[in-house]
């Protein structure tokens, strides 16, 4: 790859990667918002401009109503509604982004849930002129509960209360007030005007009172690396890599993606769930070997000695393993409309690339997710609504705490007969 | 591609996006029975072939390529898709169009082009491999309905899909589990952007057939699109054929692929293009997905990719 960042194009390709998450509710301009974010770093292209310049004409609108750039499904159209989580792609010579684009009234959590999953940011709307309403904490909310590590509030609509500082403090106040009850690691909080594209790309001369940077600045900026847990090697075996043929015919390679920590060739390791103990020989991918791998690469790992090794076992270090386990504390966000979830019942559970039974020993709490009030009066949990569970699985769990490792703290459950996924949860502890 | 990262324990986007890839391709292998890849010979499909062949290393790809032929191709295509298929030594299916009109299976539409009569030609080969996964090159950047489609997508057991009926899919937790004649499409190029492609193409050397680049054609203007003169795209009365510098952006059935002035010969030239191109690939070069505005949503449900 070239190395030389001459053109935009060449730089493109040594930046690097930000997925983020956008949530608001109806009417806060997120479609405006993100249709400003694809005009102005000129993602959109003329066929879609003329397209949406078409549809604004046919709707009557004054201007060039960039939130249809976002329009959806034809079924969502003819329903008024916006199904489901949508992915758009923007760049710019420092990143590319990948936004999941969630709505913010029907299904929310579920497709909140869906979209932060993955998010290394979220991004939360408000209405300038309607301040925090209950979908901004429920929103926040749910970032926090999948750990997605920085937190932007967009005070949107600037332009409609004349930029007044006085405005744009208040909600920054009342939100810095609710995040100290989450566990909210970064915040920022920037003043925009969608519409008319204030402190989205560029710093505004409308909020000279604003010294911070505008929106795209800060999503470019925002630090990320640091972000995933580089100090517990975990690396769950996908795949057994055996030629049997030709010059590889005793080759056995363990195929997996590293999700935690950084593993090299000589360290010593254990293979869970046997705890057997070993050092890799080496660490190869299929265009040579490499001296360290660390998340998200995809390697193959091959070590000294011969060990029983398969899909679902885990490569980590001696001394900082999870604890296998089959019973599992977690908050689960269930997300089916035509069950529900409640003690006795049994899901396969799919967990990093291992798979197992697990029936429900206890629903110890349902949260609410707008007053984060506990409801411990047991019964079920239905779709869109989060509680606390115990599990018990047929065989053990490799998990980390999720707050630990996203990803080895993460599992979804599939219910057996239908084959839908369910739910998705997080572990809260093991053992 | 070389391992020159963004930064310590950083990867490059595309790198990013690589390993991505191959940890679909591989969890698809290691859960469902009888995966396909789709393989026209196109770039998306060459791209997808390399991810499955570096997913695989140094194993042979475990799984055919099948590619459903209109019978309206560039021949530079179809040598490129023998001759990648044999090097890699994996089995190359073709679901012919013509074979299937002939069986009766579908009937030739009356303006003679076959993008629609691909959808149960394409469901009847994948009934008679007993194809269970099905990997597709397909990018959400593309269109908007594909935007809101998953990387592992469920079908019925008509290949149809419902955007109302998706699976969460949540961290990298695929859900690919189905009842018997049922199927997923995977699409481990959902998050790739066409300039992903091209940078990748560049970054691994990859060979494209030669149309991709800027060459001299005999072409005739219909409705603002350059149309080769083929066998399958006479000009019609009125149309003048003229000579132009064109190369193909996207690569399908020839009466319905257009071709863009160009005078970009070499990957890197497309790579600058691209990243300054002002036109989506789809509004460029496709003549069917003009036809609605939910032209591909339509198409999808029908069990089209």
């Not at chain 1, 106040?173 to 008319?196: E, G, H, M, Y």
């Not at chain 1, 993460?410 to 219910?415: A, E, Q, R, S």
């Amino acid at each position: 790859m070239s190395t030389t960042p001459t053109t935009t194009a060449a730089m493109e390709r040594t930046a690097d990667l930000l997925r983020f998450a956008t949530a608001g509710s109806v009417d806060d301009g997120k479609s405006t918002l993100i249709g400003r974010l694809l005009y102005d770093t000129k993602t959109v292209f003329e066929d879609q401009i003329a397209s949406v310049e078409k549809a604004s004409r046919d709707r009557g609108d004054e201007y060039v109503n960039l939130a249809l750039l976002t329009d959806g499904l034809r079924a969502e159209r003819e329903q008024g509604i916006t199904i489901d989580v949508a992915y758009r792609y923007f760049a710019t010579p420092r990143r590319k982004f990948i936004i999941a684009d969630t709505p913010g009234h029907t299904q929310y959590t579920r497709n909140m849930v869906t979209g932060a999953s993955t998010a290394d940011l979220a991004l939360v709307l408000v209405d300038a002129r309607k301040g925090l309403v209950e979908q901004s904490r429920r929103h926040a909310f749910l970032a926090t509960l999948l750990q997605v590590p920085h937190l932007v509030l967009a005070v949107n609509k600037m332009d409609l209360v004349d930029f007044s500082q006085d405005v744009f403090e208040e909600i920054r106040r009342d939100f810095t007030d609710f995040a100290a009850k989450l566990d909210v690691p970064d915040l920022t909080v920037v003043p925009v005007s969608a519409l008319a594209g204030d402190n989205v790309v560029t710093r505004s001369e409308r909020t000279p009172w604003y010294d911070g940077p505008s929106l795209l600045h800060h999503l470019e900026n925002v630090h990320v690396a640091s972000d995933r847990n580089l100090v517990d090697a975990r690396f769950a075996v996908q795949y057994v890599i055996r030629p049997q043929s030709g010059t590889h015919r005793d080759y056995r390679g363990y195929a997996g993606q590293m999700s935690g920590g950084v593993l090299k060739p000589g360290d010593e390791v254990m293979v869970l769930p046997s705890g057997f103990t070993t050092r890799i020989a080496a660490i190869e991918t299929a265009d040579g070997p490499v001296d360290e791998a660390f998340p998200p690469m995809s390697v193959t790992i091959r070590l000294e000695d011969e060990l029983d090794v398969s899909r679902g076992d885990m490569i980590c270090r001696p001394h900082n393993a999870p604890t296998p386990t089959q019973d599992v504390d977690a908050m689960v966000c269930w997300m089916d409309e035509s069950s529900a979830l409640a003690p006795g019942r049994k899901y396969a559970i799919k967990h990093t690339t291992r798979t197992a039974r697990a029936v429900v020993k206890e629903l110890q709490y349902r949260l609410d997710v707008n007053t984060l009030h506990r409801d411990e009066s047991g019964g079920q949990l239905g779709l869109n609504e989060i509680g606390r569970v115990r599990l018990r699985t047929t065989t053990p769990l490799l998990a980390d705490e999720y707050r630990r490792n996203r990803t080895t703290g993460g599992f979804v459950l599939v219910d057996e007969g239908t084959n839908k996924t369910v739910a998705a949860g997080m572990v809260t502890s093991t053992g | 591609m070389t391992r020159s990262t963004a930064g310590r324990y950083q990867l490059t986007q595309l790198q990013a996006l690589e390993a991505e890839a191959i940890f679909i391709i591989r969890e698809v292998v290691a859960e469902l029975e009888r995966p396909v890849l789709l393989f026209s010979g196109g770039k998306d499909s060459i791209v997808m072939l390399r991810l499955a062949e570096k997913a695989f290393a140094p194993a042979p790809v475990p799984f055919p390529v099948l590619h459903v032929d209109t019978g309206h191709n560039f021949a530079e295509v179809l040598e490129l898709r023998d001759r990648r298929a044999a090097e890699l030594g994996v089995q190359l299916v073709v679901a012919s169009v013509p074979d299937a009109l002939e069986r009766g299976l579908v009937t030739e539409p009356p303006d003679g082009t076959r993008n629609r009569i691909q959808t149960p030609v394409l469901l009847d080969a994948l009934e008679r491999g007993g194809y269970t996964a099905v990997f597709g090159g397909a990018r959400r950047d593309e269109d908007k309905a594909r935007a809101k489609e998953r990387i592992f997508s469920f079908r019925d057991d008509f290949g149809q899909w419902d955007p109302k009926n998706q699976r969460p899919e949540v961290w990298g937790l695929y859900n690919g589990r189905i009842h018997p004649g049922e199927s997923i499409r995977v699409f481990p190029l959902s998050n790739w952007t066409e300039l992903d492609i091209w940078s990748y193409i560049q970054a691994e050397g990859i060979e494209l057939p030669s149309i991709y680049y800027a060459h001299e054609r005999e072409v005739f203007d219909r409705g603002g699109m350059l149309y080769a003169v083929h066998e399958v795209c006479r000009p019609r009365e009125g149309e003048e054929v003229f000579t132009a510098r064109v190369r193909y952006r996207t690569v399908g059935d020839a009466s319905l692929t257009a071709a863009v002035r160009s005078e970009a010969d070499t990957v890197e030239k497309i790579v600058e293009e691209v990243a300054t191109t002002r036109i989506t690939e789809r509004g460029a070069t496709r003549g069917d997905d003009k036809f609605s505005e939910a032209a591909m949503e339509d198409r999808k449900r029908e069990g089209y990719f």
